[in-house]
């Protein structure tokens, strides 16, 4: 009873991840941040592209462990690192106290991320670097924005869209989802009122919930088929 319970605690994973997934994933991510790391470095030489780097590290974890997550989507990843560094460079510019600057630069972004429904945990780090990545950051202004974040979160895209497309048991962006299994236990279709209660149950958590909208209809359609039909 113990274990069980700590697990819960601990927000331990009960999925298991096949050593393929691993692979791709390791591998999907190794790929994306070498032609990452050669775009900021020529946006940004010496140490300043090195501090762009780690937020873009982050988001590789998402894209190529997670393809298939909201909070791992095209909009949250391009949105969310966009608005995020335009928040930070205005912080930067506009705060005089580095700190209390970085400090409202995150917060910000996480409210308007929230307001645009772009939530993606590293565009938290990007308005940080904005602030506190050093001169070369602060001296290329809004351009910061342009070169090299929205042109590494849409590369980092691409690539997560070209990786995962190789493999049929994975899917990127979302939408791309297909049945891959033809013993795949039929179901049938969700009516717009079933779709409306179900995203209206999701509102009622007030809370950000990470799967998307096929997943969780997906989810409900499996759950709604004969008992002998799943398990097949």
Same mark, same amino acid.
């Given at each position: 009873?113990? %274990? ?21 994933s390791g ?22 592209? @090195? ?19 909201? @909070? ?77 974040? !929205?042109?590494?979160? !849409?590369?980092?895209? @691409? ?7 190789? %493999? ?14 033809a013993a ?23 809370? %950000? ?22 398990g097949r």
């Open positions: 009873m113990f %274990f069980p319970a700590l697990r819960r605690w601990l927000g331990l994973e009960i999925v298991e991840i096949s050593l393929a997934e691993r692979v791709v591998a999907g991510a190794m790929l994306a941040m070498l032609m990452l790391i050669g775009i900021s470095s020529w946006a940004l030489p010496g140490m300043g592209g @090195l501090a762009v780097i780690a937020s873009m590290g982050a988001s590789a974890v998402l894209l190529f462990a997670v393809p298939h997550g909201q @909070l791992s989507q095209p909009w949250p990843v391009i949105a969310g690192h966009g608005i995020s560094a335009f928040i930070g460079v205005l912080c930067a510019r506009w705060v005089p106290q580095p700190e209390l600057a970085a400090a409202c630069a995150v917060g910000l972004s996480i409210g308007v991320m929230q307001q645009w429904k772009c939530i993606h945990p590293p565009g938290g780090a990007t308005a940080f670097t904005a602030v506190m990545g050093g001169a070369a950051i602060r001296d290329l202004g809004l351009w910061f924005v342009l070169v090299p974040v !929205l042109l590494n979160a !849409l590369v980092m895209v @691409l690539l997560a869209v070209a990786i995962n497309l190789a %493999f049929h048991w994975r899917r990127y962006p979302a939408a791309l989802q297909m049945p891959t299994d795949e236990p039929e179901t049938r279709e969700i009516s717009p009122q079933e779709h409306e209660r179900v995203v209206a149950a999701v509102r009622s958590l007030d809370a %950000f919930v990470d799967v998307s909208e096929e997943d969780l209809l997906r989810l409900v359609e499996l759950l709604q088929a004969p008992a002998n039909a799943r």
